[in-house]
């Protein structure tokens, strides 16, 4: 049985090292497809990471919405009703705000790759006759606006959520009834506290980066900056791949 498995292992071993040979060998892929094929990659895994961020946030307001509904019930006039009124406009106004980001990267992603051998009359308007590089550039442009104007909404907004929750979870409830609810949704909020700041730390490195382009930054220098925001607790823009090449 031991000589079996190792003979077992050692096929295995041997399928692995060819097939991966084989497959490098006959399917190479150049820079320009390895680049596309990040870029498309990088697309799509943003958008999916931002959906469920947003669906988390919803999860939070939801909760946020009961305990308020209950709280304006059980203790209309105590303090902790206008916290909860607070909190729940800053989780809406930190949606309203990712959400419009997510469509931004939505439409980057179209425009990105509209179709294979699509024809210039099938880009939108301001992309027509564009070379490569250029629209690739008009790209950056339509990324970094969006992450000056919804990027900064969203880093705000997660300093007002955090700060709004802190008031609201830290104080003592108005009626026992809420406890429950509350108890719930401190659990809630923790569970989703990870995602909140990777978010944050997302968008201040992605405004770094946005401001260094529109200041000329090389690609050189980029790699170093980005590197240097990582080792200071930044978290690599899902859209690198779009910022890094032309």
């Known amino acids: 049985m031991i000589g079996l498995n190792r003979v077992t292992v050692v096929s295995i071993g041997i399928f692995v090292i060819f097939g991966t040979f084989h497959h490098t060998v006959c399917h190479a892929e150049s820079k320009s497809e390895a680049i596309k094929r990040l870029r498309n990659q990088s697309c799509i895994e943003d958008v999916n990471r931002t959906t469920v961020y947003l669906v988390r946030l919803q999860q939070l307001q939801a909760n946020i919405k009961q305990l308020m509904e209950k709280a304006e019930i059980t203790s209309p006039q105590a303090p902790f009703v206008n916290q909860a009124r607070s909190t729940d406009a800053a989780v809406t106004n930190l949606s309203d705000a990712l959400a419009s980001h997510n469509r931004s990267k939505l439409t980057i992603c ?44 969203i880093r705000k907004g997660i300093l007002e959520v955090k700060e709004a929750m802190k008031r609201m979870l830290g104080g003592t409830p108005p009626d026992e009834s809420l406890n429950a609810p509350i108890r719930q949704l401190r659990e809630l909020w923790s569970q989703a506290m990870p995602s909140i700041d990777n978010l944050y730390n997302e968008q201040i490195m992605a405004n770094e980066l946005c401001i260094g382009i529109e200041q000329g930054i090389s690609k050189s220098e980029l790699i170093r900056k980005s590197r240097q925001l990582i080792e200071n607790g930044g978290q690599l823009p899902y859209f690198w791949y779009l910022l890094k090449y032309n």
């Open 110 to 153: 179209e425009r990105m790759n509209p179709g294979t051998g699509s024809a210039d009359g099938e880009w939108p308007e301001g992309y027509e006759g564009l070379s490569k590089s250029e629209r690739i550039g008009r790209l950056k442009t339509d990324y970094c606006t969006d992450i000056r104007q919804n990027g900064e909404s």
